[in-house]
Every structure is written in structure tokens, then in C-alpha cells.
């Protein structure tokens, strides 16, 4: 494999393992330089703080993410895979920069004799260990390493290739620093660990008497415009909406596949049963015939679907089972073999470099001379230092370790197909190997297969079905009558209250991007531009509320906080009539007893876990009581579920904390504080950021 091919392959590897905290080529200034300011902008998909990036850019490490998911998936694509792979690499443009910017304002750096011990030093980045590992035996290859760096003196696509994955190791050391910096300025005092250790170990046992909302009826509640206003102030940053948020009403069109469309397709697997039957090259016959193209090779039981898995094993070679039906997936399979195999391997090898040897010829002729001095009882470690091409074969005395199938097909039939102790020359794309079977670990089933798939689809005649009702109820609505239509032809109009701009999904339904982007250019009340089609669905939408970025206007949450409006009002009733009761009384059963209430007992209940049983969480509650004295009835309180006073009974304080407990406790709490200020920081610098999100525009 050439150095560039390789490198080139391993790019969306490494830039999957980064993760959210590192973007790859993030290669200084994105936009090229004489491109014009109005250009500029509408290229860009989004920036931080000014900082933006280009489409080009963006999308390019977009392609690489999909193509690593979909490596994972085992090659299959998909609309929703690639919407993944934007907000990823969304979530990592965002996340770079806004650290590249904190850390540029406090001065971190990484030096150049860090950056060389982090490349070709004794402890690598795990990015250049990942980079460079040799997918044959899975060991850093510095070899390898060398070779890219000198091909990418010479090669510009090398180049660009490995300056990206300097600057992936740089940025990975700058964010770890900055961690440090951040995990070491944490810390816990004793006062705090104390009050922490109370939260969750003082018992307290009380009484108290509630006057549920649910006791006024809805009925004798008028709500007036300064009661919504009174709620809306004191609760203003709960409406903040951190992106535009759209609502939506739209009506499905059902074109899913019918019991017609499933029988057309039992038919044809069952002819492809007979002629499968009667192949005589299974593997021509699955490429041509088979949706999915699984590889005829051997399978392990777990890797099949649950009705394959069931027979395969068990069944003689020769046989077509089925077709299974799974997940609207017809399967049927031809047993080739069933036998017993390794599960895994322990074995060593020794690789010779063709292109150093003069050929794969020369090369399989000094491997069976090696060999043969191997059987004539020749140390295989010596040999191995002394004549293996990889450094890690060179340097572990020949071991690879355990391997399980998988590999490439050549080297997986020499290990699975030979005995401990065996002794075999085997030839791949990588070289000619020498290997040694060390010991056989395990013994399962396995079976050659040949399978072949069928999906159900949707016929003409589904299709156009569905497709014909839909553009009935098209052409007669607009953005007045949308509803009414839907009542005359019996169809339900379905409706998502907080639709995003990248989301992919409208009521549990996957859709098309572009339904997305009109629905985001429409202006309120328009009907979509046309019919859209969703897998199994055609859709027609309506635009019917628009919520802008940042705290939304009071009109705008009017109908949402209804309801807590008109228990804000009933509080004050409630409370009225509490403190009423509360009026003179020496105990909370006298309270009780004024109101015609049962009093209620509460026994062990912690701070740190607010929750009266059988009626709900109500920290305002629980708070209070912790603050009381002893046999003293409280000041009415605001619960979430009702108005209640309280009275405590009696508190069981825990064993003081001293002492290695105390040490302990404050070691707990501060690693806690440090899992948690990741994630918190990164929130507030995104929070004081000026972030365009241009995505719409493009996906």
C-alpha cells in the first residue's frame, strides 16, 4: 500500500477518535485570501466570535466523518448518517474554537521540542500511535511514521495530509493543558464537604399539611394580562430559545409497502431460492442477485440475523434455508460448510518486504528458507530480529498476540486452518509472512454461506396511491384552510411544537432535508411548496408559529404558561387561606384542624433528595423544613403541586465527618466538580459567544 494511499485512508480514522474537543484541519485562515467580503459570507457555514469556516472545509470533514460511520456500519449509507455527521462536525467547530480562542487569550503554547517528543519521542500522541499502527498486527509502526514524513517533504497532498494531523496533535495538547489548568484550580473546603455529607445523611421526620391547586377549580380562576406578566418577569430566562424554533403542522400520506407488495417479493426469493439451489458460483450469484452483497465466506454464530442464526449451523451443506422475513427483509442463505473453528489464535510471524527483495517471487523464496530453517529447529525470535520488515515483529521477537477472524482473507485461512505449532508461508497485500501458530484457543461452529437478500418496497400501485390522496389534499388547501380540508378528507393533521433547523426528524418521522429548508425560509402560515416524500410517507406542511433566537416575547409563551399562571393565582388563594389557619395556631394539628385537613407524617427524608412520598419533588418544601426548629409549625410555603405548612418532628444528625472520612469525602466531591466543569465551561463560553449557524443553507 503507498504511503499516500495509506495516510489518506487513516485520515477519517483519526479525526473519529479525536472526538468533539478537536477539529481536524483546522489549518489556520479558511477563506483564500482575495476572495471577495459578500462571497465570503454566503460560503461560510457558520463562525465563533468571527472566526468562520467555509463550506469547502466543512463539508470535506464531513465527507471523512461519514465515510468513518459508515465504515462502522459495515457500508451502508444513509440520510440520517450524514446528518450525524454534520452536527459532529459541528459540535467539534464549535467546541475548537471556542478553546483555541480561551486559550490564545491566557497564553498557552505548545513548544517545538514538545511537539517533536509528541511525534518521534518514547510516548507518542495516541493520534500518531492510531495514525500509524499496522492493521496486520496492531503495533505502532515507526517505520511507517518515517516514511510519510519524508514522502510529505516532496508529495503537496501528503503534505496538507500530515500538517493536518500536526496541527490534530497540537490542538489535543493545548486542550489537555488547558484541562489541567482548569482540573487544578478546583478544590473542595472541608465546610463544603461537611454540608454535602449532611445533604445526604441527615434524616429529617416531619408533618405537614397541603391545599392541593387541584382543590380550585380552573373555573374560578380569571386571569388578568399583569398576572401573565408576573410570571413572565420572574421567569423570563426560562423562555430563552438558543436557536430559532419553528412550529409545524403537517399530514402524512401513508405509502408503506402492503401485503400485495410483500408477496411480490416472496415470490422472487423463492425463485432465487431454486436457482441459488442450483448455482454453481454462489459468489457471482449474490453480487448479482443479493441487495446487501454479504461476502460468501465463514460466519460466526451472533454475527447473522436471529432466523438465519437458528439453522445454519445445523443444517447440510448443500442446503438453501429459507426465506426469513426480518424487519421487512427477506433472507435466504446456501450452507456451504459447517465446521468447528478457534475462536482465536496466539501466533507470530516474521514479514518480508517484497519491494526490498526484488519481487514477491524472491520474497516467497527467502520466506521457505527461513521456514525450513524454522523446522529444522532454528530459534523463530532470532529469525524474527533479524530478518522481519515490521519493527514490532522486529522488536517483540516475532509475537502478534491473540487474534480472532477478521483479518485479510489470506491470513485468516493460514491461522484458522492450522494446528499449534504449525509453520506456514502465506503471501498478502502487505508482504510475505512467516507465521507460527503458537496455540489454538477455543473451538465454536462456523458456516460458509451464501446469503441473499430481498427488502420489501413499496409497488407502483402503493405508491401512486398514497401519492394520488396526497395531492388531493394539496391542491385544495392554502394557509387558511389547512385544517378544514384535513376534517373533510378525513385525514389527521399532526403537529411539532419545536422544530430546529438541523433537525432530522418532525414527530418521530424521518425527513428530507429539504423540507427542513423551506420550512425555515416560509413565512408563517405558508403551506410547503410542494409534496415532500419521506421513506414511507409523502407529507404536505404548514409554517404556523415562528419563535426567533433569544427570550421569547410574553405573547409568544402565552398559551405554554397557562397553566403555571393559573397555579400562581390559585397559590395566592391558597396561601391566603393557610395563613389563615396558621393565624394562632401552636401546632400543625391545630392548623389541620382549622382547614378540616388529615395531617400527614414524613419519616428519613434527605436534603440532597427532596421527594415527599406520594405527592412529588418539592424542594421549596423539604428545603424549609431542614431550616426549621423543632415543633414549631412554618410559615405557609409555595410547593409545586400545592401550599403547605410544615412541622418538623425531629432531625438524626449522621457521625461527624473527620479525619481521612473528611479527606475522602472532599477528594469525591472535587473529582465530581471536575467531571462536571468540562461540560460547564464549555456552556458558559457558548453562552457569551457570537455564533452563526449558516448550516441551513447547505444541508
Known amino acids: 500500500m503507498g504511503l ?36 465570503r459570507s454566503q460560503n461560510e457555514v457558520g463562525s465563533v466570535n468571527g472566526e468562520a469556516m467555509d ?67 518514547n510516548n507518542p500522541s495516541p493520534q500518531i500511535v492510531q495514525a500509524f499502527t499496522n492493521p496486520q498486527t496492531g503495533q505502532f509502526d515507526r517505520n511507517y511514521l518515517a516514511g510519510v514524513q519524508q514522502e510529505a517533504k516532496t508529495n503537496p497532498e501528503v503534505n496538507q495530509q500530515w500538517e493536518g494531523l500536526l496541527q490534530n496533535v497540537k490542538n489535543e495538547r493545548l486542550n489537555q493543558k488547558y484541562t489541567n489548568l482548569i482540573n487544578n484550580s478546583i478544590y473542595t473546603t472541608s465546610l463544603e464537604a461537611e454540608y454535602d455529607y449532611n445533604a445526604r445523611n441527615k434524616l429529617a421526620n416531619f408533618k405537614y399539611v397541603m391545599l392541593d391547586y387541584a382543590s380550585v377549580k380552573d373555573s374560578e380562576i380569571k386571569l388578568t394580562d399583569a398576572d401573565y406578566k408576573e410570571y413572565y418577569d420572574k421567569n423570563k430566562n426560562a423562555f430563552k430559545n438558543p436557536e430559532e424554533i419553528r412550529t409545524i403542522e403537517y399530514v402524512l400520506f401513508d405509502a408503506r409497502p402492503n401485503a400485495a407488495d410483500s408477496a411480490l417479493v416472496s415470490g422472487d426469493i423463492q425463485k432465487l431460492k431454486t436457482d441459488l439451489q442450483a448455482s454453481t458460483n454462489d459468489s457471482s450469484f449474490v453480487t448479482i442477485n443479493s441487495e446487501n452483497k454479504y461476502p460468501v465466506r465463514y460466519y460466526t454464530k451472533g454475527q447473522l440475523s436471529p432466523a438465519l442464526d437458528s439453522v445454519v449451523f445445523k443444517t447440510a451443506p448443500g442446503t438453501v434455508v429459507g426465506p426469513f422475513l426480518t424487519q421487512n427483509v427477506y433472507e435466504i442463505a446456501k450452507v456451504i460448510s459447517v465446521k468447528n473453528s478457534p475462536d482465536s489464535v496466539n501466533a507470530s510471524h516474521i514479514v518480508i518486504n517484497p519491494a526490498t527483495e526484488g519481487g514477491v517471487d524472491k520474497a516467497l523464496a527467502k520466506a521457505d528458507s527461513i521456514k525450513n530453517l524454522i523446522q529444522g529447529g532454528a530459534n523463530f525470535a532470532a ?14 521477537a516475532g509475537e502478534i498476540g491473540t487474534l480472532t477472524r477478521g483479518m485479510v482473507p489470506e491470513l485468516d485461512e493460514t491461522l484458522f486452518e492450522s494446528a499449534a505449532g504449525d509453520v506456514k508461508v502465506v503471501s498478502t497485500n502487505y508482504g510475505v509472512h512467516i507465521v507460527k501458530i503458537n496455540r489454538v484457543i477455543g473451538n465454536s461452529p462456523i458456516a460458509k454461506l451464501a446469503i441473499v437478500d430481498k427488502s420489501i418496497h413499496s409497488g407502483k400501485e402503493t405508491t401512486d396511491a398514497a401519492y394520488s390522496k396526497a395531492n388531493q389534499f394539496y391542491t385544495a388547501v392554502n394557509k387558511d384552510n389547512f385544517n378544514d380540508i384535513a376534517k373533510q378528507q378525513n385525514v389527521e393533521v399532526l403537529k411539532n411544537d419545536r422544530t430546529v ?10 425527513v428530507p432535508r429539504e423540507l427542513l429548508r423551506w420550512a425555515f425560509e416560509a413565512e408563517k402560515g405558508e403551506v410547503s411548496d410542494k409534496i415532500y416524500e419521506t421513506s414511507d410517507n409523502f407529507i404536505v406542511a404548514r409554517v404556523t408559529g415562528v419563535q426567533p433566537k433569544g427570550i421569547q416575547p410574553l405573547e409568544s409563551v402565552k398559551t405554554l404558561i397557562e397553566p403555571l399562571v393559573k397555579n400562581m393565582v390559585k397559590s395566592r388563594m391558597l396561601k391566603e387561606k393557610m395563613n389563615n389557619a396558621l393565624s394562632g395556631a401552636g401546632s400543625i394539628d391545630q392548623v389541620a384542624q382549622k382547614l378540616g385537613k388529615n395531617v400527614q407524617s414524613v419519616d428519613n427524608v434527605v436534603l440532597a433528595n427532596p421527594v415527599i412520598p406520594g ?39 449522621p457521625k461527624a465527618l473527620a479525619g481521612e472520612e473528611l479527606t475522602t469525602q472532599q477528594k469525591q466531591i472535587t473529582e465530581a466538580k471536575a467531571q462536571r466543569s468540562w461540560g460547564t465551561i464549555l456552556k458558559a463560553l457558548q453562552d457569551n459567544a457570537k455564533i452563526v449557524d449558516n448550516r441551513i443553507k447547505f444541508y
Open 4 to 39: 499516500m494511499t495509506s495516510l489518506r485512508n487513516r485520515a477519517g480514522l483519526v479525526i473519529f477518535v479525536i472526538g468533539l474537543a478537536i477539529v481536524a484541519f483546522l489549518l489556520g485562515d479558511a477563506i483564500n485570501v482575495g476572495t471577495p467580503f459578500w462571497a
Open 55 to 121: 463550506y469547502p472545509t466543512f463539508n470535506g470533514q464531513v465527507d471523512q466523518a461519514s465515510q468513518m460511520y459508515q465504515q462502522q456500519m459495515g457500508g451502508q449509507s444513509s440520510p440520517q448518517m450524514r446528518s450525524f455527521a454534520v452536527q459532529q462536525v459541528w459540535n467539534q467547530f464549535l467546541t475548537q474554537n471556542l478553546l483555541n480562542q480561551e486559550i490564545e487569550k491566557i497564553g498557552l503554547q505548545v513548544g517545538g521540542d514538545e511537539m517533536n517528543s509528541m511525534v518521534t519521542g
Open 383 to 396: 529469525l524474527a530480529v533479524e530478518f522481519s520488515a515490521d519493527p514490532n515483529s522486529k522488536n517483540n
Open 501 to 510: 433547523a438541523m433537525d432530522n426528524m418532525i414527530g418521530g418521522v424521518e
Open 615 to 653: 405527592v412529588a419533588v418539592e424542594n421549596a418544601v423539604v428545603g424549609t423544613v431542614f431550616g426549621l426548629q423543632p415543633n414549631k409549625p412554618s410559615k405557609s410555603i409555595e410547593g409545586k403541586q400545592g401550599v403547605y405548612a410544615v412541622q418538623v418532628n425531629g432531625f438524626v444528625n
